[in-house]
Every structure is written in C-alpha cells, then in structure tokens.
C-alpha cells in the first residue's frame, strides 16, 4: 500500500516487462509512464520542500516543463501527483490471488506474499527505513487531503480482490477485511519505524502481527476454545 519494493526512491514498476512474464512494454507506452514518473517526481520533490498545500499544480506543471491541462490529463487531481506511487499495487492482492499455485488457498497466498514483503523490507509492508521512504509516509501520512485520496485507491484495491475472490457478497466482505488487515498491519510497522525504531528491530514483532491477524482472518472475530 505504500511504495514500490523494486525501488523505494521512485516506486514505479521495470519499464521493460511488468515482471510476471508479460511481453514487453510498447514505446508510446513507455514514454507514457516516464512521463508520469517525471511529473511526480517533480511535485513530491517539491511538496517535502514546502510542504503540499504550499505548492500550487501551475507550480508543478512549470517545473515539470508541461502545461497546466496536459498535467491534469494526466493527474486528474493534485493529491494524485502523491498518489500515483500507489498505482501499480492498487490491483497487487487481487493479482497475488489469480497467480496462486493450484493448491494454495486464497488467504494462504495473500499470508506467504506480505509475510515475503516484510523479509525484503518492502515499503508496501510499512517495514522500510529507508530514508526517502519515510520522508514520502511522513508527507503522506501528514497530509490530510492525501490520507483522504488514499481511501479511494483502497476502495479500488478491495473492488479488484472481490472480484478476484469471485464477486459474491461472502466475497465483498472477505476483501474488505483483508484490504483493512493490509493496511493496518503495514500503518503499524510505518508508526513504530517513525517513532525511531529500524526496520530489524521491528521485524520479529511485525512478523507475528501478521501471524496473528491471518489466524484472525481464517477464525473469525469471536473465540475459539
């Protein structure tokens, strides 16, 4: 739910193959993504200078060297320059579930993948100190307006995980709580880490919160004898 974990200083995806044996990406569409790379490298550079409600779009378009209307074909709101590092996981639970091995149940390959993030410290996980990850959260986190956009490509996350779950009621629920346990898990870890902890010292506490909240996940929320 954060950033990329291939590259926690720009969060995008390999410009060449998705990663999962798809063909190559094409050239208009490559020049596509480096332009919205650019453009929000541009704007957050610029937002944790002076902060996000400080920088104006026109500000934005002008050091990105494009025009105000061509940045909003692109971005159609200011809060997505921030947000657009979140793109590419916002179908990451739902593709995580279709590419399962035949034997592996839906929540078991859910577990084994953020259980897998927070062993490669992805900024996803919440588990990451790197340094350009944590001053991206603090501005995230920080900003309001951006916590609120942040709802909308959770909302979407969950939409493509019941879909992939089989779009049924029982299915809709079961998304939403996973969705809810993904993020909470990965606001957890990002909270210890700004409170002044490193990523290792939280890891084995992290590792078990995750346990527990998959065990929760399968069991339901009243006790078990």
């Known amino acids: 739910m954060v950033m990329n974990g291939e590259n926690p200083a720009n969060g995008g995806r390999s410009d060449s193959a998705s990663g999962d044996g798809a063909a190559p990406v094409g050239l208009r569409e490559r020049k596509k993504r480096l332009t ?39 971005f159609p709101a200011k809060e997505d320059l921030v947000l657009h590092r979140f793109a590419d996981h916002e179908d990451e639970a739902a593709r995580v579930v279709t590419g399962r091995a035949p034997d592996e149940t839906p929540l078991d390959a859910l577990r084994r993948h953020f259980l897998d993030g927070l062993d490669r410290r992805d900024p996803v996980t919440g588990l990451c100190d790197a340094p350009q990850v944590l001053a991206f959260l603090r501005l995230l986190y920080g900003t309001p307006a951006l916590v609120a956009r942040l709802h909308a490509y959770q909302g979407r996350s969950e939409a493509a995980l019941a879909r992939a779950l089989g779009g049924g009621v029982p299915d809709r629920l079961a998304a939403g709580q996973i969705i809810a346990v993904l993020r909470i898990l990965a606001l957890e870890n990002w909270r210890r880490i700004d409170a002044g902890e490193s990523a290792d010292r939280v890891y084995a506490g992290a590792v078990q919160q995750a346990e527990e909240a998959f065990v929760q996940l399968r069991t339901g929320l009243e006790p078990h004898a």
């Open 36 to 74: 919205y790379q650019a453009v929000s490298d541009a704007a957050i550079t610029m937002f944790l200078e002076r902060g996000f409600d400080k920088v104006s779009v026109a500000e934005v378009a002008a050091a990105a060297d494009i025009s105000k209307p061509t940045l909003f074909r692109y």
